[in-house]
């Protein structure tokens, strides 16, 4: 069983961006349930088209991206981890997301933010004990899609490009769209969203996300809370 683990973040799953998410997504990660219906006057069947890959992996933000857990250990250990970690690190404000297009996919995301770039790169670093070496075939494909010589140094050292300074926060809302679908998407997520977008966001939790083997949907199977901002 080629199963994987990623940390990342996710909003409560019983808040209103949650629940707008997954039902965007067509999934909900967390109970596993597939949503169906008309969404800001986008067919179902056309979204789930245009959202295929940003719904297997669900509603999230990555800090630590999917991997195979390394020789020697195992999720319990990884839980255990995630709980003292959680408990030593403060939440952290990142005021309010707004919709951009980023290479050509949708997504949610915030403003730079000093704390919160040092805090997804502290959890790269700390968890990386737990990631299994890419395989060539993933390493390959990643290759693949271009990367600069830093970015591959990171792929190497870390499993994930798009770390450190080339961190940036982003809960994707599509896979690559052409410029038409591009434009159609955007509006009908500005209206989908908007109420919710007013919302300061706070970065209050890690979410361990669990792939059960290649190409599955990710579930998201625990939270482990930050310190709250007032300790």
């Not at 997804?120 to 299994?132: K, T, Y």
Request: hydrophobic content about 45%.
């Amino acid at each position: 069983m080629a199963e994987r683990f990623a940390i990342y973040y996710a909003p409560s799953a019983t808040g209103a961006l949650w629940e707008r998410a997954s039902t965007w997504l067509g999934r909900d990660a967390r109970t596993g349930e597939f949503l169906s219906g008309t969404v800001a006057g986008v067919d179902r069947n056309r979204l789930l088209d245009l959202t295929q890959s940003a719904s297997r992996y669900g509603f999230h933000a990555t800090l630590k991206a999917p991997m195979a857990l390394a020789a020697g250990t195992t999720e319990t250990e990884l839980r255990e981890a995630l709980t003292t970690f959680s408990a030593e690190h403060n939440s952290i404000a990142l005021g309010t997301l707004r919709l951009a297009q980023m290479g050509g996919f949708l997504a949610l995301v915030a403003d730079e933010n000093e704390a919160l770039q040092d805090f997804a790169a502290h959890v790269v670093e700390a968890f990386e004990p737990f990631r299994a070496p890419l395989s060539v075939k993933n390493r390959a494909a990643r290759l693949a899609s271009g990367l600069t010589p830093r970015q591959e140094e990171l792929l190497d050292g870390y499993g994930y490009p798009y770390v450190f300074e080339d961190f940036r926060f982003h809960m994707t809302l599509s896979d690559r769209l052409s410029d038409a679908d591009a434009a159609d998407l955007l509006s009908a997520a500005q209206t989908w969203f908007g109420p919710v977008l007013d919302e300061p966001v706070v970065l209050d939790r890690l979410a361990l996300y669990h792939e059960p083997d290649t190409g599955k949907s990710f579930r998201r199977v625990a939270d482990f809370p930050l310190r709250t901002l007032a300790q």
